[in-house]
């Protein structure tokens, strides 16, 4: 089974930082091909919504409420995929998860999600 670990997240003041990272690891140590990273959010009462994707080649896409101000970076080597938000906005206020759909022992899933990182943007 392929899990994926989150970090980052926290308390940040309007127009500030913060930098999501996620990780995907199996039981057996390897044999994980992520074929594309996707983040999502969900502020309470609202729906999960797509953030940024990025592509196996490195093609990103962003929804435009974050365009210009995120950035969507992956690591194919180590797994990883990370988030970087600037210019942080309290409308930005979420649980982020992010998700991949990898192949992993000969299946493929779109269905491979992180536990979660709550984002807080208050002054």
Same mark, same amino acid.
């Given at each position: 089974?392929?899990?994926?670990?989150?970090?980052?997240?926290?308390?940040?003041?309007? $127009?500030?930082?913060?930098?999501?990272?996620?990780?995907?690891?199996?039981?057996?140590?390897? $044999?994980?091909?992520?074929?594309?990273?996707?983040?999502?959010?969900?502020?309470?009462?609202?729906?999960?919504?797509?953030?940024?994707?990025?592509?196996?080649?490195?093609?990103?896409?962003?929804?435009?409420?974050?365009?210009?101000?995120?950035?969507?970076?992956?690591?194919?080597?180590?797994?990883?995929?990370?988030?970087?938000?600037?210019?942080?906005?309290?409308?930005?206020?979420?649980?982020?998860?992010?998700?991949?759909?990898?192949?992993?022992? $000969?299946?493929?899933?779109?269905?491979?999600? $992180?536990?979660?990182?709550?984002?807080?943007?208050?002054?």
């Amino acid at each position: 089974q392929v899990q994926l670990v989150e970090s980052g997240g926290g308390l940040v003041q309007p $127009g500030g930082s913060l930098r999501l990272s996620c990780s995907a690891s199996s039981a057996s140590g390897s $044999g994980i091909r992520i074929s594309a990273w996707y983040w999502y959010r969900q502020a309470p009462g609202k729906r999960r919504d797509l953030v940024a994707t990025i592509t196996k080649y490195g093609t990103t896409n962003y929804t435009e409420a974050v365009r210009g101000r995120f950035t969507i970076s992956r690591d194919n080597d180590k797994n990883t995929v990370s988030l970087q938000m600037n210019s942080l906005e309290p409308e930005d206020t979420a649980v982020y998860y992010c998700n991949a759909a990898a192949w992993y022992e $000969g299946v493929f899933r779109r269905d491979y999600w $992180g536990q979660g990182t709550q984002v807080t943007v208050s002054s």
